[in-house]
Each structure stands twice: as structure tokens, then as C-alpha cells.
């Protein structure tokens, strides 16, 4: 029951950054600029990726040269590309739009969640380990998601259970990303955070997963992003910070 409760609070959270940056019109205003930077980048893969996905997939399936149905296999396959580019682009979006707008994000997480005193270093000097670490956390993410990509055509299970497992590791690396900026102003390094959304996964999760959900929804995300920043700080200073 408490593992629930903590889940609703980690939406509520979410939530609550909806709040902040609508009292607070020009941080949203400000947090959109990297988000259009990063959304028109992805729109620009995915469309290379739809337009050349047939190529692709022939390529890498010239065993099937032979069958006599390969061209609607291949078809399958270059749908599976283009919706696991879609998936990762998803996965990704946060991550690349907080390395593109790092300075401008800092800003905003620190106008969410005012410390009296915190580690603060140049953005250019962080930069590189913001990079390095989203690296980190993708590797896990794969490791997770390209397994369950392929359970995803098992019959039923591929269905049913795989979307809500999908949706929860997506959720809680989405996490680890959102609060990186302000665990990082309280001096925590990767391994410190991780160990630390471990030990309030529900709420992470519960946090994650709303941020994830919305994600998916066209043009949502770019809208969404300063709400889901100011959201993580909220979730850092109230929950996180105070935890034991």
C-alpha cells in the first residue's frame, strides 16, 4: 500500500511542475528553446528512417532474398525499425535535450529548488560529464529495453506485459535523467543518484512513468519539458533531499 502511495506522490510531482512553471510563465518560455532544438533534430531522423527504412531492411535481411513472401517480411521489419527508432527517440529525447540546454535547465531547476548553498560548477565543465553519464544511462536502458523488444512478438506477452515493463524502465531512467540537475547542485555524483532513486523507486518510478506516458503523446514533450524539470527538482527537494 505504501509502495502505491509513493507512486501516486511521484505523479503528484510531476503535477506540481505543471503548476510551478505555470505561475511562472517566463522559466516555461525559457525551457522551451532546447526542447524545439531537440524535437526538430529527431523529426528529421525519424523522417530519414521512415523514407529509407525498405533500404534498411533489406539490407539486413538478405537471407529471406529467396522466400517467396519477402517483401511483406521485410515490410514487418522496416515497420519494427522505424517504431524501435520512434521507442528510442522517446528514450532519448530528455536526455539530448538536457545536454542541449544544460545552462538553460540549470537555471530553471535551480529557480525550482533554491539552495542555500550548493556544489555549482561552469556549465562547460559539467557538460562533459552530463554527456558521459547520459551515455551510462543509455547503456542500461538498452540493456533493458532490446530484450523486451524482442519479447514483444511473443504472442499475448508481447501484448500485455512487455508494454508495462517497457513503460516502467523507460519511467525510471527518465528519472535518473530529470534529477540529475538537482542532485548534482546537492554535490551527489552517478552512483550516489542511482543508489538513491533505488531506494525510492516507487516514487521515481510513479514520477517517471507520468513524464513517459506524456512523452509519447506528438508535440507533447516539447511543451512538457520545462514542467517535467521543475517537476524532478520538486520531487529532489521534497522527497529525495530528506530521505534517508
Same mark, same amino acid.
Given at each position: 500500500m505504501r509502495s502505491f502511495r509513493d507512486f501516486a506522490s511521484g505523479v503528484g510531482f510531476f503535477l506540481q511542475g505543471f503548476g510551478w512553471v505555470a505561475r511562472n510563465g517566463r522559466w516555461w518560455l525559457f525551457g522551451l528553446i532546447p526542447a524545439l532544438i531537440a524535437f526538430?533534430?529527431?523529426v528529421a531522423a525519424l523522417i530519414f528512417l521512415g523514407t529509407n527504412a525498405g533500404d534498411l531492411a533489406a539490407f539486413l535481411t #538478405? /537471407?529471406? %532474398?529467396?522466400?517467396?513472401w519477402r517483401e !511483406?517480411? @521485410?515490410?514487418? *521489419?522496416?515497420?519494427?525499425?522505424? $517504431?524501435?527508432?520512434?521507442? &528510442?527517440? *522517446?528514450?532519448? /529525447?530528455?536526455?539530448?535535450?538536457l545536454a542541449i540546454g544544460e545552462p538553460f535547465y540549470e537555471r530553471l531547476s535551480a529557480?525550482? %529548488? *533554491? !539552495?542555500?548553498?550548493?556544489? %555549482?560548477? #561552469?556549465?562547460? +565543465?559539467?557538460? #562533459? @560529464?552530463?554527456? +558521459? %553519464?547520459? &551515455?551510462?544511462? &543509455?547503456c542500461w536502458v538498452l540493456l533493458f529495453t532490446v530484450p523486451l523488444f524482442f519479447l514483444g512478438f511473443v504472442p499475448v506477452v508481447g501484448q500485455t506485459v512487455v508494454p508495462? $515493463?517497457?513503460?516502467?524502465?523507460?519511467? /525510471? /531512467?527518465?528519472?535518473?535523467?530529470?534529477?540529475t540537475l538537482a542532485l548534482e547542485r546537492r554535490g551527489m555524483a552517478r552512483k550516489? +543518484?542511482?543508489? !538513491? $532513486? +533505488?531506494a525510492n523507486k516507487a516514487s521515481a518510478l510513479g514520477f517517471g512513468v507520468a513524464v513517459f506516458a506524456l512523452f509519447l503523446v506528438p508535440f507533447v514533450?516539447?511543451?512538457?519539458? #520545462?514542467?517535467? *524539470?521543475?517537476?524532478?527538482? $520538486?520531487?529532489? @527537494?521534497? @522527497? !529525495?533531499?530528506s530521505a534517508p
Open positions: 526538430a533534430v529527431y #538478405p /537471407f529471406a %532474398d529467396s522466400w517467396s !511483406l517480411f @521485410r515490410t514487418l *521489419v522496416g515497420v519494427a525499425l522505424f $517504431l524501435g527508432g520512434l521507442a &528510442l527517440a *522517446v528514450l532519448t /529525447f530528455t536526455a539530448l535535450t529557480a525550482a %529548488d *533554491v !539552495l542555500e548553498t550548493e556544489d %555549482d560548477q #561552469p556549465w562547460w +565543465r559539467t557538460l #562533459p @560529464r552530463s554527456i +558521459r %553519464d547520459s &551515455l551510462i544511462t &543509455l508495462v $515493463l517497457g513503460a516502467l524502465v523507460s519511467g /525510471f /531512467f527518465l528519472t535518473v535523467e530529470l534529477t550516489q +543518484r542511482f543508489a !538513491l $532513486l +533505488r514533450a516539447i511543451v512538457a519539458m #520545462p514542467a517535467a *524539470v521543475a517537476g524532478a527538482a $520538486l520531487l529532489v @527537494r521534497t @522527497r !529525495l533531499a
